[in-house]
């Protein structure tokens, strides 16, 4: 097997970034916060120390405050599949951490209110925020080839790893239980569209590194994953099919007649007996192109480099991948019920419906849908199940732990890292975005990392060896 | 003044988490023991359903 002429294959960067619902739930009645004075409770900390809402930390993410007061996490650069399982659940931690802070800084204003932060993507009224991915993709190939054939698989991957919610009347549907959250927010199989009409796959060509290169493939369509075996199964199964794809592969041509016209329908149907017309003629079910997708993932194994992710940790990806897929053909969903979002959540729902009445309009109902995304130990329901052992794991809190310190050693991210830990030690003025570390002062100090892949680099010792020279003229904090 | 360093340490909710996750073994949601799951999970919701999900309510993101 040889390897393509292409600057990622295997060894792919990879990033998840995740918007936050907030809301305060005051204690005092009467008393009501908005998500923007809640926001700038939360980032009030940020914006003492950095005078922004908008910086990169010292595990190499970037925080920051979002468009509709979102709170977001954009992981670091990584470049396998459970280290970047580790960042996206590190950034948690992080926001969970400014969560507890904002209620402390409440109280002493007198607000006895909770703070709370879904790691989901839709409100009670339908107001959609994202979970997006970043997947760095070679330049040599056309994007319009790309999406053609990675769209089939991205408008029925909601299958294998949507989260779930109780959709509500509307648009000729009755409430009832969704797969994914996300699939009746996009509009457009690939623009550069963002807010206003959300496509997929976003165009908007901002590499965050050599253009000549790479290309970013932005991935808007995903639900937030809170069960770790999903978010490795969503990430893991999209490396395996752009493997294939830049492998020239040749997988299964089910180019779709209009690919955005399904996902409502697919997120209706647990079965997964939507059909799709296809471009050809003739039609193929939503289960059918995951299922030949999969098998062709299953083949792939064999012959694919092992770089980046593990061939190891893929075949896990790909065990869950066929389980899931079987489920969904038998009914029998006890062979994942505690790996995947929205088989974990609807059995939730479905005890409380044994209970409450089989009515999903009740708010009992949308409060647990709602909860389940809340990122608290100790509140939200997803901690609750995973404390109590009902849901698997793919990582370990030592390795989360380690993330929220540590950035990635294997990417861009570690010189990073390595920059702000430095600096923030000595006091030093520094301005960083994805591809540049600056020293302010005292006089400006430049460098461009414009490989994601390179974790070393001598410009960066000698940025370090510069603020060491300087140490006495910057403030130590 | 707290950076983020400082922070982001500060959780430590996780510990607790694993106590609970070893002592509780591999049961399954749709089994046995789910309405005591079900009764712990009331105790921890907000009392007012109806108010807590119609006051969640957000600009849209991207």
């Known amino acids: 097997m040889t390897a393509p002429e292409s600057p990622v294959f295997a060894r792919r960067i990879v990033g998840v970034e995740t918007e936050y619902g907030i809301t305060a739930v005051s204690n005092d009645p009467g008393s009501h916060l908005t998500p923007d004075e809640i926001a700038r409770y939360l980032f009030r ?4 120390r950095y005078s922004s809402s908008n910086i990169f930390t010292p595990n190499g993410s970037r925080l920051y405050l979002d468009v509709g007061s979102h709170p977001e996490i954009a992981t670091a650069e990584c470049d396998s599949l459970t280290q970047v399982l580790n960042y996206d659940k590190a950034g948690d931690q992080m926001v969970d951490d400014l969560a507890r802070n904002a209620e402390q800084a409440l109280l002493a204003d007198g607000h006895d209110a909770k703070v709370f932060l879904f790691k989901n993507n839709v409100d009670s009224v339908g107001n959609s925020y994202g979970c997006h991915e970043n ?24 299958l294998i790893c949507g989260a779930g919610m109780i959709g509500r009347a509307g648009g000729g549907f009755p409430p009832g239980f969704l797969i994914a959250q996300r699939s009746d927010q996009v509009w457009e199989g690939i623009s550069s569209a963002t807010t206003r009409s959300r496509p997929i796959i976003n165009t908007r060509d901002e590499p965050h590194g050599d253009s000549e290169r790479f290309r970013r493939m ?156 809340d990122i608290r130990p100790g509140r939200g329901l997803f901690p609750l199940l995973q404390a109590k052992g009902l849901v698997d794991r793919w990582t370990t809190d030592e390795d989360i732990a380690a993330a929220v310190l540590e950035p990635p050693v294997t990417t861009r991210a570690h010189l990073r890292g390595r920059f702000i830990t430095h600096a923030e030690r000595l006091g030093a003025p520094i301005t960083t975005d994805w591809v540049h570390l600056k020293v302010n002062e005292p006089e400006p100090q430049l460098v461009e990392l414009s490989d994601p892949f390179a974790a070393v680099d001598s410009r960066v010792d000698d940025l370090l060896d510069y603020l060491d020279a300087h140490a006495g003229e910057y403030g130590e904090h | 003044m707290t950076g983020p360093q400082t922070q982001v340490s500060a959780g430590g909710g996780d510990d607790h988490s694993d106590d ?25 919701l907000e009392t007012n359903a109806e108010e807590f999900v119609r006051s969640y309510v957000q600009k849209g993101g991207q």
């Not at chain 1, 900390?45 to 003492?48: E, G, K, M, Q, Y």
């Not at chain 1, 997947?135 to 909601?158: A, D, E, I, S, W």
């Open chain 1, 135 to 158: 997947y760095l993709v070679g330049r040599q190939l056309p994007l319009r080839n790309l999406g053609k054939q990675l769209l089939p698989f991205m408008v029925t991957r909601q």
């Open chain 1, 45 to 48: 900390p940020i914006v003492a």
């Open chain 1, 218 to 373: 932005h991935v808007i369509v995903g639900d937030s994953n809170l069960a770790e075996p999903t978010f490795a199964l969503k990430i893991g199964s999209t490396l395996l099919v752009l493997e294939m794809i830049e492998a020239g592969i040749g997988l299964p041509d089910f180019e779709l007649e209009n690919p955005i016209a399904h996902m409502r329908d697919i997120a209706r149907d647990t079965t997964g007996s939507t059909e799709l017309i296809l471009k050809d003629g003739g039609t193929v079910t939503a289960l059918e192109v995951q299922e030949a997708i999969c098998a062709a993932a299953t083949s792939w194994l064999d012959q694919r480099p092992d770089e980046g992710t593990p061939t190891e940790e893929l075949r896990r990806v790909v065990d869950l991948w066929t389980r899931q897929l079987d489920a969904i053909r038998t009914q029998d969903f006890s062979q994942v019920d505690r790996e995947i979002d929205w088989v974990i959540k609807r059995n939730l729902l479905d005890r409380y419906r044994d209970r409450l009445g089989e009515d999903w309009t009740n708010p009992r109902l949308a409060q647990i849908d709602l909860t389940y995304h």
């Open chain 2, 20 to 44: 609970q996750a070893a002592a509780a073994g591999q049961a399954q949601l749709n089994t046995t023991g789910t309405d005591d799951l079900l009764d712990e999970i009331d105790g921890l």
